[in-house]
């Protein structure tokens, strides 16, 4: 199984600073990573895949890049409703696996 | 609308069944992919099983494998888990997510529903 380690744990930030996540993986997932946010009592959204690629109606704020097993997660200025948890995701390699996730707190 | 609707969760004692449900509206479920995520109170995300279009290929977690089985009905743009011998860490919002090909090679959760809570408890 690849295990995905994001970091920070935590992040806090005030709105219009840069945010930047790591994730890292256990051995290579290529370029099959994905990124997703969650809000309080909604489910994940798809925000970027095959590491740098946003999705269909993704604010350039966000972005991404990396392969292999490091990836970073960029939110260049951040909104308030950035404020979330994010979490990476591989499609590598069976079983998929999800990083345990960054909660980016308003500081 | 292109949605994505769970139902069926509730209380069941561990050692219990549970089966449920999906259903797509706005979009051909036959033409995708489906899978089941799942998300334990207070924690992250975790993968749950999947399945082909056709139903001929599922694939498992190994923390639910010889419990849980994955099935869909295409006919009715239905998706379904069927849960048994459940466990206090089956309890969880399980979210049914659709599967799609973005870039070659780069298959990616693209729609979620809303999800639905199991909760495992005597």
């Known amino acids: 199984e690849i295990v995905l380690t994001q970091s920070p744990a935590t992040l806090s930030l005030s709105p219009g600073e840069r945010a930047t996540l790591s994730c890292r993986a256990s051995r290579s997932v290529a370029s099959y990573l994905a990124w997703y946010q969650q809000k309080p009592g909604q489910a994940p959204r798809l925000l970027i895949y095959?590491?740098?690629n946003r999705a269909t109606g993704i604010p350039a704020r966000f972005s991404g890049s990396g392969s292999g097993t490091d990836f970073t997660f960029t939110i260049s200025s951040l909104e308030p409703e950035d404020f979330a948890v994010y979490y990476c995701?591989?499609?590598?390699?069976?079983?998929?696996?999800f990083g345990q996730g960054t909660r980016l707190d308003i500081k | 609308e292109v949605q994505l609707v769970e139902s069926g969760g509730g209380l069941v004692q561990p050692g219990g069944s549970l089966r449920v449900s999906c259903a797509a509206s706005?979009?051909?479920?036959?033409?995708?992919?489906m899978n089941w995520v799942r998300q334990a109170p207070g924690k992250g995300l975790e993968w749950v099983a999947n399945?082909?279009?056709?139903?001929?290929?599922?694939h498992y977690v190994d923390s639910v494998k010889g419990r849980f089985t994955i099935s869909r009905d295409n006919a009715k743009n239905s998706l379904f888990l069927q849960m048994n011998s459940l466990r206090a860490e089956d309890t969880a919002v399980y979210y049914c997510a659709r599967d799609d090909q973005l870039a070659p090679g780069g298959w990616y959760f693209d729609l979620w529903g809303r999800g639905t809570l199991v909760t495992v408890s005597s």
């Open positions: 706005g979009f051909a479920l036959s033409t995708y992919w």
């Open positions: 995701l591989q499609r590598s390699d069976w079983p998929i696996t």
């Open positions: 399945i082909k279009p056709d139903g001929s290929e599922k």
């Open positions: 095959d590491a740098s």
